[in-house]
C-alpha cells in the first residue's frame, strides 16, 4: 500500500513543507541521565500534486502519508518509543 520511492520523490520535490508551529524544549529525566527533546504542535502543508488512483497505486501520495501519519499514533516516531517518547496525534484533519 505505501511505497516508500513515490513517497520520497514528493517530499523531495518540495510536496511536504512546515506551514506552522510551535515547539518547545521539554527534558525527561532518566534513572541515569535526562533526555532533551521537544513538545508542541507542527502543522504540514501538502502542496504537490496528487495523481490519480490505477490498479498499482490503490492509494495517492496524499493518502499514504495520511495512513503513515495515522500509525504514527501507534508507532511513535524518534528516539526511546518504548519508554514514552515520540508521541504523535493528530489533531485536525485539513481538507
Known sequence: MVQKEQ?????AEDGVIIEDYELKAHYVSFVRHPQKGFVGSCKYHLRGPDEM????????????????????????CGYKTAMGM?????????V
Open 7 to 11: 513517497i520520497e520523490q514528493y517530499i
Open 53 to 76: 488512483i490505477t490498479s498499482q497505486h490503490p492509494l495517492t501520495i496524499r493518502q499514504q502519508i495520511f495512513l503513515l501519519a495515522q500509525l504514527a499514533f501507534y508507532t511513535g
Open 86 to 94: 515520540g508521541r504523535v496525534c493528530m489533531t485536525k484533519r485539513m
